[in-house]
């Protein structure tokens, strides 16, 4: 029996679905006798080329001269659909490829037509063609007899040379849409009685990347699998693909920053056994639709094919920020990468998405550029509110202020830390109160800015690791240290200036500061990691330090 996509091969230019700009050009062309003896049909596998030159040579063909509504049922119509007509070749060019094969073409074409109507030659694959046999087929296209019609079909146009490109009349097919694909579909499987639930047209269509044949393909392997009636299940195990569910749950983790619902779509992914590397590549195509979702501020129709399910798409485009969408995507792409080297995918998975869900758990310099850029947001959407009035409480108490009238914009004159520690006066003096900046950014950022001390002074970077900010307020920061770490708190507020300026460079605004030791036993700051011995110890060793006594002036290091 003949496979479901021949069975369902359009038989008139009605039933060809999404290519109505040909089939328009086609029928007038028939209609006004303006057939041009050489046609190049150009488009992605599967969108109709053969079936549109069957339909034009049917038409061509048909009883008592060229009429566009031929009747399907005629039998010279029926020979042309099932590859029996004489007065049809077709030459698959992909084993046909030759000078001698193109001879031989020759030689037909000078044959009359038996039916009296067009000799049609439809060359499939037509970019396989070589060099030399374009060379003898170039006479033949130009000058071939009256009776013949030359079809070239080819998915690679750019491969044809130009000088048969412009001895045809070419037709871009149109890549289908997601819901053109679903019709044909639903109307196949109407025609074959097959129960085919919504959830599963969309399903098939979208594995069918622009092809009808492979969505005809899919569904008959559907049948052959589980009958005429079919499962959802039955399509996520012929396809392999992630359950759609699992990749919004997915998604829905990200939207929430919900670490734990993350880890449980794994488990329930791992669970139902589907490919994890099958899930990351569907996973990455639902963001990337968020994200055309987000700029195009709607869901595209080629998208989804359920109401439901475009309601979800947009419900999550709504609630989810670009910059998380594409971070994701690029943790995705890392993992990916690394499952292709051989790791893991489960947890290349967990650990994409956990870093996507939870930015503060990834240090990585992605994920602080990622952070600042959220930050920078926030500060132009705070500055986009006009007139953020200086808190009051930053102004008096002894801590360094920003003028008023100061300029706003928190990187003018900063250089890498390192060498601003000469200009510190240029920070002191100007330092912006970061209205919006919260504690818990600065918390996440504070490795990055303990990074920038350590790449401008190892020693003072060091002292500072045992620190912790405790309270922002007004663009004051207060950092404090373990109960009993006065030297390191000492050494702090001598070298502020550096801190001053790694903390402008990574968080964007510049602070003031204010050192602490923080009381015995007080959790927010953990105990030394060093006594005071040991740390003096490791000074000398690691940054040769020398010790000087106690009344001995402050100075910068
Ligand atoms: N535009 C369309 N409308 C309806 N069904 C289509 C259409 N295009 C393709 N099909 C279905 O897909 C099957 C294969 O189509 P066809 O052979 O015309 O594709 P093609 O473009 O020639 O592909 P290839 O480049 O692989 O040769 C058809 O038999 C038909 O069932
Ligand atoms: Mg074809």
Redesign the pocket.
Known sequence: MLSL??R???RAFD?????EHIVRTLRNAIGLDKVHHAYLFV??????????AKLLACALNAPGGPRADFAPDEPSCRAIMTGTSLDVVEMDAASNNSVDDIRELRENVALAPMGGGRRVYIL?EAHMLSASAWNAFLKTLEEPPQHAVFVL?T?EAHKVPATIIDRCHRFD?HR?SLEQIAS?LGRVADEEGIELPDAAVGMIARSATGS??DA?GTLEQLVTYGGNSVELDHVLEILGVADVGLVFDAAEALVDQDARAALLAVESLSASGRDVGQFMRDFTAHLRHLFVVQTLGQVPDSFSVTAEHTDRLAGQAARLDQGRVLRAIELLATGMSAVKEGSDPRVQLELALLKAVQPQSDLSLGALVYRIEQLERRLAVAEGTGGVERSPSGAGNGHETAPPGAPRGPRTGVAPVSAVSGGATALATAPEPAQELELESVRTLWPAALDAVRGGNAMVGALLAEARPIALDGGLLKVAFPADCEFSKKKAEANRALLQAALLQVTGSSLALEFELAEPGDETVPAPTLSHEELLERLKQEFGATEVFEDAPDQED
């Open positions: 996509y021949r369902h091969r359009p039933s060809v679905v999404g290519q488009g992605s596998r599967g969108t109709g080329k053969t079936s549109m499939d079909a998915t097919f289908p044909v009808f044949r005809l």
